[in-house]
């Protein structure tokens, strides 16, 4: 399968977009709290579960309390202070299910404005695709060829489950060609797809 079927996933919001912040982590933030269940690391528990079971940890209780802490626009999704993790709308969740995109599932959440009043119509989006490890080759003796201006990442593609939405460690996000075509058709915007084979050759 060629590198250009593969997409990195990130969000590109405008700075005037609402973001939101999970109460846990300004909570761990507020009381000084540390460690696997004190909050601090719950954008990647919520965005992609354990790596194995794809569970969330049981010290989070659902749906999720956000709060907004920036910007003004609501748009299809919603940023937080993780580049991957987002919120997505209503009709964002319908298009991906509608298309049958693999690799997400939703969870419920409770989301706040500034003066304490609920914002409704979004989702948790969690990705359970997994694709195994990726090792970025830096030795350029191992290459059979050199392109110095590019990335070399070695990657079994064997370990990739098939899912449209995967993770890869050590923290890839990736996407494919179908999620693509799917946010080109429907005009989602400020989801950024890149191509993978823009700064990295999978040998």
Do not use: C
């Not at 912040?21 to 579960?49: C, T, V």
């Not at 914002?119 to 030795?139: A, H, P, Q, S």
């Not at 946010?183 to 915007?189: A, L, S, V």
């Amino acid at each position: 399968m060629e590198n250009d079927y593969f997409y990195d996933f990130s969000n590109d919001l405008p700075l005037n977009t609402v973001a939101v912040s999970p109460d846990l982590y300004e909570r761990a933030l507020n009381l000084d709290l540390h460690g696997e269940e004190s909050g601090r690391k719950i954008h990647n528990q919520l965005l992609f579960g354990d790596f194995v079971t794809k569970e969330y940890p049981s010290y989070i209780s659902f749906p999720v309390g956000f709060h907004q802490i920036d910007g003004k626009v609501l748009r299809e999704a919603l940023g937080m202070l993780r580049i991957h993790s987002i919120l997505i709308s209503d009709n964002l969740l319908e298009i991906l299910t509608d298309n049958q995109i693999t690799g997400w599932r939703s969870y419920p959440v409770l989301v706040y404005d500034k003066k304490g009043n609920e914002i409704r119509g979004y989702n948790g989006f969690t990705v359970t695709g997994r694709g195994g490890e990726m090792r970025f080759l830096i030795d350029k003796k191992e290459l059979s060829r050199v392109e110095s201006t590019k990335q070399y990442i070695q990657w079994d593609k064997s370990q990739w489950d098939g899912s449209d939405f995967f993770w890869v460690k050590p923290m890839f996000l990736l996407a494919t060609k179908k999620v693509r075509d799917v946010f080109k058709r429907e005009k989602i915007k400020y989801l950024r797809l890149t191509p993978f084979s823009e700064y990295a050759t999978i040998v």
